[in-house]
């Protein structure tokens, strides 16, 4: 494991420094209360899907199921930075060692790429579903359905492991302090003692492929659909079609839109402050929103959260 060494002395620092949200001690509670809060919200939002597909036989189609496991998904997204963040709230020091800086940095972009995969999934299933309805039920079976999942879960896990294991190889000079609220390339680069240009550009390279290729998917798959949709003879058709793919269409806008605006460029063009709200934007606000998105565009998760409350 390599250690960050300051160049105007001979010790060495085994940790950086989060600044996360600079401000008072009354501002920091305040602040953790509101993201505590946030944080249950999203917890309760997305465990309620999962409970409602797995209590209600009518949702165990692959629509569902494939919204269960990103609802699973987005738990484990979120909490792969806010619990730190929450604790740097009522922190003096503001300390994340190493290991648990690079570890964060590797669970959070591994789940952050795993919802591109799934969101693509989602679209496809979508377009079988509107464009082959008479065929879907043999195409989209429940061992395709699972060789999906499955599919997204280790391509997610094995997008970013080299390039992290590559950047954690590197020396760090200087200041260790990252004015962010978790562990993002762009401001562990900057600290970097020497620019690693190629680094910088490798990092570009795979974001781009992950981030167009699935979304170039989306919106082939979602080109098709409306297509079929405007040849439907019946506006009851189109309307509910248009229903069936609204909710999957808001939330790729969501998560794409910020995270385009993040990673699409390069990095050392996003000034601290801006990486901070496009970050809490995509990594928060949009696990926040999703279930309420899904359940209220949806009646039948509706009727099955109704069902499960009344219980």
Same mark, same amino acid.
């Given at each position: 494991?390599?250690?960050?060494?300051?160049?105007?002395?001979?010790?060495?620092?085994?940790?950086?420094?989060?600044? @996360?949200? !600079?401000?008072?001690?009354?501002?920091?509670?305040?602040?953790?209360?509101?993201?505590?809060?946030?944080?249950? /919200?999203? /917890?309760?939002?997305?465990?309620?899907?999962?409970?409602?597909?797995?209590?209600?036989?009518?949702?165990?189609?692959?629509?569902?199921?494939?919204?269960?496991?990103?609802?699973f998904l987005e738990i484990w997204y979120v909490t792969s930075t806010v619990p730190n963040m929450l604790a740097n709230f009522l922190s003096d020091t503001k300390v994340i060692s190493f290991s648990g800086c690079?570890? #964060?940095?590797?669970?959070?972009?591994?789940?952050?790429?795993?919802?591109?995969?799934?969101?693509?999934?989602?679209?496809?299933?979508?377009?079988?579903?509107?464009?082959? !309805?008479?065929?879907?039920?043999?195409?989209?079976?429940?061992?395709?359905?699972?060789?999906?999942?499955i599919s997204c879960w280790v391509l997610g896990f094995l997008w970013f492991p080299v390039p992290i294991i590559i950047i954690s190889q590197m020396s760090f000079c200087g200041s260790r302090i990252i004015d962010?609220? /978790?562990?993002?390339?762009?401001?562990?680069?900057?600290?970097?003692?020497?620019?690693? !240009?190629?680094?910088?550009?490798?990092?570009?390279?795979?974001?781009?492929?992950?981030?167009?290729?699935?979304?170039?998917?989306?919106? @082939?798959?979602?080109?098709?659909?409306?297509?079929?949709?405007?040849?439907?003879?019946?506006?009851?058709? #189109?309307?509910?079609?248009?229903?069936?793919?609204?909710?999957?269409?808001?939330?790729?806008?969501?998560?794409?839109?910020?995270?385009?605006?993040?990673?699409?460029?390069?990095?050392?063009?996003?000034?601290?402050?801006? #990486?901070?709200?496009?970050?809490?934007?995509?990594?928060?606000?949009?696990?926040?929103?999703?279930?309420?998105?899904?359940?209220?565009?949806?009646?039948?998760?509706?009727?099955?959260? #109704?069902?499960?409350?009344?219980?």
């Amino acid at each position: 494991m390599k250690t960050l060494s300051s160049p105007s002395n001979s010790s060495t620092i085994t940790g950086f420094i989060l600044l @996360g949200f !600079p401000c008072s001690k009354e501002g920091q509670i305040l602040l953790f209360v509101i993201f505590f809060i946030v944080y249950l /919200l999203i /917890l309760m939002g997305n465990a309620s899907i999962i409970c409602a597909v797995y209590c209600d036989q009518r949702l165990h189609t692959p629509m569902y199921l494939l919204l269960a496991n990103f609802s699973f998904l987005e738990i484990w997204y979120v909490t792969s930075t806010v619990p730190n963040m929450l604790a740097n709230f009522l922190s003096d020091t503001k300390v994340i060692s190493f290991s648990g800086c690079f570890l #964060q940095f590797y669970f959070f972009f591994s789940f952050g790429s795993t919802e591109c995969f799934f969101l693509a999934v989602m679209a496809f299933d979508r377009y079988l579903a509107i464009c082959r !309805p008479l065929h879907y039920p043999s195409l989209m079976t429940r061992h395709l359905c699972n060789t999906f999942v499955i599919s997204c879960w280790v391509l997610g896990f094995l997008w970013f492991p080299v390039p992290i294991i590559i950047i954690s190889q590197m020396s760090f000079c200087g200041s260790r302090i990252i004015d962010h609220f /978790l562990c993002d390339p762009g401001p562990l680069l900057a600290l970097a003692c020497s620019r690693a !240009p190629l680094m910088e550009i490798f990092w570009t390279i795979i974001m781009t492929l992950l981030l167009v290729i699935p979304f170039l998917f989306i919106m @082939g798959s979602y080109i098709l659909v409306l297509r079929t949709v405007f040849r439907l003879p019946s506006r009851d058709g #189109q309307k509910k079609a248009f229903s069936t793919c609204g909710s999957h269409v808001t939330v790729v806008s969501l998560f794409y839109g910020s995270v385009m605006i993040m990673y699409m460029s390069p990095t050392s063009e996003h000034e601290a402050g801006m #990486q901070k709200i496009v970050t809490l934007f995509y990594s928060v606000g949009t696990p926040l929103l999703n279930p309420v998105i899904y359940s209220l565009r949806n009646k039948d998760m509706k009727n099955a959260l #109704q069902k499960i409350l009344r219980t």
